[in-house]
């Protein structure tokens, strides 16, 4: 198995003030390893330029870093190890739906002081440009417009760009082909591409459109085959890339949006969420059937957050600190549980939390709160009021 290896985000200044520091990171994580691990890449950060609160002590030292990592191999004869980054599609102006792709390009602050950089480190050592790319993302904000069978490898009809003639029949290799344009417009066109993350989640949020184990089997599975039968995109015909697929396993303690835990090819606890070859070999018509999705359409009802799995194995350290923090935001968050109020009884933790836990997501999910709480919130359509005690909903 081929894998890649990563520095941090955080020492990358000190990697790039000093070859010093650059040899003994390689010294302590890959030599040991190389070549008994077959480490090919070398990423130094991950999507450093979607981060702007880095912008001034980050930026400007990717390349260096890079360089003073690029020495380090080469005075150890290690050669089949190629540096890179991995970027993000916010790197473009028009972020991760440029359309047309042709007329993609990066961003003011970041193309001439950061990326011709790179662009030409890359080029000099035979590297490629890692993008992480995500279709799911850009059909779930673009669902009206764009097909799902279209971001699905599986038609959904055809986009001809007008400024190359070239014809898409796929919602990736439209992102793809936008980066290769940001390129070409910097004098680097011919720099070679490769895929750091794309994936489809396989769960999430009821208000998060189409994250099921159907569409995310169907989007890995497609992947994987038309990497295998016919590499390449329309602007770089058979041209083979490396494919990183995002993720091996279900994150489930991640925080965030529920799409956040639920890009594995695997469960948690290590068993498959779905059939897949990655080799691409396997045909599509063997595989066994898949659940059906059940939304691909988005949700329109009531909405509520609540403790998870209805208070069994409860915490009770974990929850009350929980239950603290979301009585210490928003406004008046959690009056109706003091005691004589209509949501004072029962009075037991677990009960309390979950109306606590509603209030506050009901209050600030518009500015970004989600139903989290250390994985110990969940979403749920069943309102859980009772009795004279009323929990808020929102409509999705």
Request: proline share 8%; glycine share 8%; charged share 15%.
């Amino acid at each position: 198995m081929r894998v890649s290896i990563m520095v941090p985000n955080e020492i990358i200044p000190d990697i790039a003030a000093s070859a010093a520091a650059a040899d003994r990171w390689v010294a302590e994580n890959l030599v040991p390893y190389y070549p008994e691990t077959r480490v090919k890449y070398l990423l130094v950060g991950n999507e450093l330029l979607s981060d702007y609160s880095i912008a001034n002590s980050t930026w400007p030292r990717i390349v260096p870093a890079m360089e003073n990592l690029h020495r380090s191999l080469r005075a150890r004869r290690i050669s089949s190890v190629k540096i890179s980054t991995t970027l993000a599609m916010d790197t473009l102006t028009s972020g991760a739906f440029p359309r047309p792709p042709s007329a993609a390009a990066f961003r003011p602050d970041i193309a001439r002081a950061v990326m011709r950089p790179l662009l030409r480190f890359l080029k000099g050592t035979n590297s490629y440009y890692f993008v992480d790319a995500y279709p799911y993302f850009v059909w779930s904000e673009n669902n009206k417009t764009v097909p799902l069978e279209y971001a699905l490898f599986q038609g959904g009809g055809r986009y001809v760009d007008p400024g190359t003639g070239l014809t898409y029949t796929n919602l990736l290799d439209e992102m793809l082909d936008a980066v290769v344009a940001s390129m070409a417009k910097l004098g680097y066109g011919e720099v070679k591409l490769a895929i750091a993350e794309t994936g489809w989640p396989n769960g999430g949020d009821y208000e998060q459109i189409g994250g099921n184990a159907h569409n995310a089997a169907i989007y890995n599975r497609n992947l994987a085959a038309r990497m295998a039968e016919n590499p390449g995109t329309p602007a770089r015909p058979g041209a083979k890339m490396p494919v990183f697929v995002f993720s091996l396993y279900n994150e489930d303690l991640k925080p965030g949006p529920g799409t956040e835990r639920h890009w594995g090819l695997y469960y948690a606890n290590g068993t498959a969420i779905y059939p897949i070859d990655l080799t691409g070999a396997r045909p599509l018509w063997s595989y066994p059937p898949l659940p059906a999705p059940e939304n691909n359409t988005p949700y329109k009802g009531p909405v509520w957050c609540v403790l998870a799995d209805h208070g069994k194995n409860l915490n009770e350290t974990a929850v009350g600190n929980a239950l603290a923090y979301a009585c210490g935001q928003g406004n008046g968050t959690c009056d109706a549980i003091q005691p004589g109020r209509e949501c004072f009884l029962p009075n037991t933790t677990a009960a309390h939390a979950s109306y606590a836990f509603n209030s506050y997501w009901q209050q600030l999910r518009k500015t970004g709160a989600t139903c989290y709480f250390n994985n110990l919130a969940e979403e749920t359509t069943k309102d859980p009021s009772h009795g004279s005690c009323k929990f808020h909903s929102s409509l999705v």
